[in-house]
């Protein structure tokens, strides 16, 4: 089955730095990786995601990229904020099969200091 | 866009009783569901995958008999803890996805704090 891993598990930054969390995939059948931040006591919320026919996205101040061929992708999060501390989870699927269960990364804890 | 309500957000049931936790998918029919645990500090750990109509597909390590899900429909699936425990102490989040919907359609609960005294 499908194997990620996620570094940094923790990761602390001063406001307006930025901020980078890396994730490798073990299954190449694997196409879509979606990027959860949760807060505490609650579900993942979706932040942004990619699928393997795309190397980069970007959406305002978050970026995702991967790498199929080294089966590894990132999240950058640029001019960071106070209110960005959270939780974040990457995660892999063969998304558009019926089976495409979510396989996660081991959690990034990232705390933004003012 | 597509939200899934999960009620109840907290229980505290007694040891040795069971618990019923609800998953909705409210404007989407919800082919695919599937149950998460997550301890504190960890990562969602997926217990079982669903199909409306079909039995569960559990992980390995995952016991059907204590876990009962139900796909009743294709807006709602039930997880009920028998006889809980207090190692069932957890929090439960659900997943519900529409295949014909953006981003291949992974919508999450809002999980529920399962406390077992």
């Known amino acids: 089955g499908e194997n990620v891993e996620q570094h940094p598990s923790t990761l602390s930054v001063q406001e307006g730095d930025s901020a980078v969390i890396k994730c490798t995939y073990s299954d190449s059948a694997s196409n879509y990786f979606p990027w959860y931040k949760q807060e505490l006591g609650k579900g993942p919320q979706l932040i942004i995601d990619i699928r393997s026919n795309v190397g980069e996205k970007k959406d305002q101040r978050i970026a995702v990229t991967l790498n199929k061929t080294a089966k590894h992708f990132s999240l950058h999060i640029t001019e960071t904020q106070p209110e960005d501390s959270a939780v974040y989870f990457c995660a892999a699927s063969r998304g558009g099969t019926s089976y495409g269960k979510l396989t996660f990364g081991q959690g990034t804890i990232l705390t933004v200091h003012p | ?117």
């Open chain 2, 1 to 117: 866009g597509a939200v899934v309500s999960q009620h109840p957000s907290r229980v505290i049931c007694k040891s040795g009783t069971s618990v019923k936790i609800e998953c909705r998918s409210l404007d989407f029919q919800a082919t695919t569901m599937f149950w998460y645990r997550q301890f504190p500090k960890q990562s969602l750990m997926l217990m079982a995958t669903s199909n409306e109509g079909s039995k569960a597909t559990y992980e390995q390590g995952v016991e059907k008999d204590k876990f009962l899900i139900n796909h009743a429909s294709l807006t709602l699936s039930t997880l009920t803890v028998t006889s809980a425990h207090p190692e069932d102490s957890s929090f439960y989040i659900c997943s519900a996805r529409d295949v014909a919907g953006p981003n291949y359609g992974y919508t999450f609960g809002s999980g529920t704090r399962l406390t077992v005294v």
